[in-house]
């Protein structure tokens, strides 16, 4: 495993999927562009208002970039290594199997969402330049933890999701890894997920004297809640990889 | 260079494609592996490439277990293949990627072998003739000068002046410590530039051995005494040439070992002695 | 010419085609001949046959190798060509020729004068 290799590889996925990239990153720069410049802005005068259009269009744009990362992952990840024809220019280039798994995790996972990011900065950027009447401003994704968790956790899925639809055998292997994966998502979704807010949470009413939750509330204390969301949202992505690494070891044709 | 060990290879444990496969194989040798169609060939290719797990047996090449694909084992080995894609981009970005990761790549080299094959310059690599294809993998692949060349029916899609300019390239290499293996099923094309030969047959190897110890083991051996007509093709170029000289006639050899249970027992017992 | 054609054994080719060059005086007395490696790259046939070929030729003394240097034409190697070839042509050649004389009916005296119209041009 070698930082040239690993440079060298990410050069090749480039250019190898240029087109791809170049497609995504002009969808959502188009969605960027639909939702943020619209002239009503400037109609704007109640910051309560603009703050839950603008937490909606995060929410869009958010879920958008989701989704295009999903699909170029999907479809770019670790292309043509169970196609047969051309195991000599994927699967059996000089570099380690680590080598190629970091190389494809940096393009996939930091440079893509990380580009998307910096889109999306610039475009709030310009439009609150525009728009004096939008004071609130902060980065995106700043607020809640389970919106990373999401976010790592669907492109980790994409990936498992890209070797079960890619290989030649042993689909089962990664089928329970992306249905484990899935569990695992949904656990402390619902049984760790701390209720700081009582008054904004809406799956939590009054039932006489006391509060009751429409969900299984966690079994953990608040805190621990919290250590245990960060806990899974830091694990299970890894825990993807992990097994979509050792997946890539004994890749077969 | 190379050992297996009751290798079993194969796509599923149920039905192996190649069984009990010991060979081992040397450096400084082009080795013939012949087969009809479906016979192994490609299989044991992609096994020996680590691009295939073995379904049971060692196997060991250079030192390394192949499927491992470590970096230092990779670089030394080129596999070519028969049915092969090109991914879209031009020769020159194509060499400045893969050439990365090849330290011993010398362009002028693959421009040579390209020029000897007559390659057709200026065309997006995955829009080339299958022909084209081939020359421009084996091109690159011999420019890397790797220890191990694994060429699947290099000659699939080559004309006669391309596959001339083909074995005048192997001809010329310089194989110490290194070997190349070519897998074929149009005998014709190989057998004047190969040094040995491994045959496939019903899903295991029947002979490996070098065309020398073939020559004399039909030439001086107890062959006369079986009657079976297919033996006598085998000897077609044998003793009458130039006296006690004799070279082998490999089309009509391979035929004699497809066909003839009498010819492969006595093969595999005179090369065996030795 | 380095085609290769299908008749004879590979080697045998070769062979011939290196008494062609002594029996034409292109090369003569004490000339070097082409390398294992170099000739095998011309012809594109494994050094293994080259190296045949030329141990051949040693024996038949038509060369000589000089250990670390090369295969040179020996001093009587055009004469033994020659002669061999003579032999062949006495043992082989002019009997078949017969034979098929006699196979496709042509006479003698055909033969002589086919022969003399030759020589002319």
């Known amino acids: ?253 | ?274 | 010419m380095k085609q290769m054609s299908d008749n004879k054994p590979v080697f045998i080719q070769i062979k011939e085609w290196i008494e062609q060059h002594i029996l034409r005086g292109e090369w003569s007395k004490g000339h070097q001949l082409p390398s294992v490696r170099e000739l095998s790259a011309e012809f594109g046939v494994n050094p293994n046959t080259i190296a045949r070929t030329y141990e051949r030729l040693t024996m038949e003394q038509t060369i000589y190798s000089v250990r670390g240097v090369g295969y040179f034409v020996s001093d009587q190697a055009k004469e033994l060509i020659e002669t061999r070839r003579r032999e062949e042509f006495r043992k082989e050649t002019i009997p078949q020729f017969i034979a098929d004389m006699n196979l496709l009916g042509i006479e003698l005296e055909e033969f002589i004068k086919h022969y003399n119209e030759t020589e002319k041009r």
């Open chain 1, 1 to 253: 495993m070698t930082t040239q290799h690993i440079l060298d590889l990410i050069k090749l996925h480039f250019r190898l999927n240029w087109k791809r990239i170049t497609v995504a990153l002009a969808l959502f720069i188009g969605f960027l562009f639909m939702c943020y410049a619209r002239e009503s802005y400037l109609s704007w005068h109640e910051d309560v208002r603009i703050e839950q259009i603008i937490n909606s269009l995060r929410e869009s744009c958010f879920a958008v970039m989701i989704i295009i990362g999903f699909i170029y992952t999907i479809y770019s990840s670790f292309r043509g290594y169970d196609n047969k024809r051309m195991v000599a220019t994927t699967l059996l280039v000089p570099a380690s199997t680590e080598s190629k798994y970091i190389a494809e995790w940096i393009c996939t996972f930091m440079i893509l969402p990380l580009t998307m990011i910096a889109l999306w900065l610039v475009a709030e950027t310009i439009s609150l330049w525009f728009n004096e009447g939008m004071t609130s401003f902060s980065i995106p994704l700043s607020e809640d933890v389970y919106k990373y968790d999401g976010f790592l956790s669907f492109w980790a899925i994409a990936h498992s999701i890209a070797f079960f639809v890619r290989s030649a055998g042993r689909k089962w292997y990664i089928l329970l890894s992306v249905a484990a994966g899935l569990a695992i998502l949904r656990l402390p979704l619902h049984y760790s997920y701390p209720f700081q807010n009582i008054m904004s949470d809406s799956h939590v009413y009054m039932n006489g004297s006391h509060f009751v939750s429409r969900y299984p509330v966690s079994i953990f204390s608040e805190q621990m809640s919290c250590v245990v969301s960060v806990f899974f949202t830091l694990t299970l992505p890894i825990a993807m990889y992990v097994l979509g690494y050792l997946r890539l070891k004994v890749r077969e044709l």
């Open chain 2, 1 to 274: 260079m190379i050992k297996l060990n009751n290798l079993q290879a194969g796509y599923r444990v149920k039905s192996p494609v190649l069984k009990d496969v010991n060979l081992t194989l040397q450096e400084d040798r082009i080795y013939g592996l012949l087969g009809s169609n479906g016979s192994g060939k490609t299989t044991l290719l992609n096994t020996l490439a680590g691009a295939l797990e073995p379904l049971g047996g060692k196997i060991e090449v250079l030192g390394y277990t192949p499927l491992e694909r470590k970096a230092k084992f990779l670089e030394q080995i080129a596999y070519i293949q028969d049915e092969l894609e090109l991914p879209s981009m031009s020769a020159e970005q194509f060499v400045e990627s893969y050439a990365a990761f090849r330290p011993k790549f010398s362009n002028g080299d693959m421009n040579h072998y390209l020029k000897m094959m007559n390659f057709t310059f200026g065309i997006r690599l995955d829009k080339l003739s299958l022909g084209n294809c081939k020359k421009f993998a084996i091109a690159f692949a011999l420019a890397s000068h790797p220890r191990i060349v694994l060429m699947d029916e290099p000659t699939n899609g080559l004309d006669i002046e391309s596959k001339q300019a083909l074995r005048k390239i192997l001809a010329g290499q310089d194989l110490s410590e290194r070997l190349i293996i070519i897998s074929s099923h149009q005998v014709a094309d190989i057998e004047d530039i190969i040094s040995d030969v491994i045959i496939l047959r019903e899903n295991r190897i029947v002979l490996n051995s070098s065309l020398g110890a073939i020559g004399e083991a039909l030439q001086f051996g107890d062959i006369q005494n079986i009657e079976e007509p297919l033996y006598v093709n085998g000897l077609k170029a044998i003793g009458k040439a130039e006296g006690d000289y004799s070279d082998v006639d490999l089309e009509s050899f391979y035929l004699a070992m497809q066909n003839s249970e009498n010819m492969r027992n006595y093969l595999s017992k005179v090369i065996s002695k030795k």
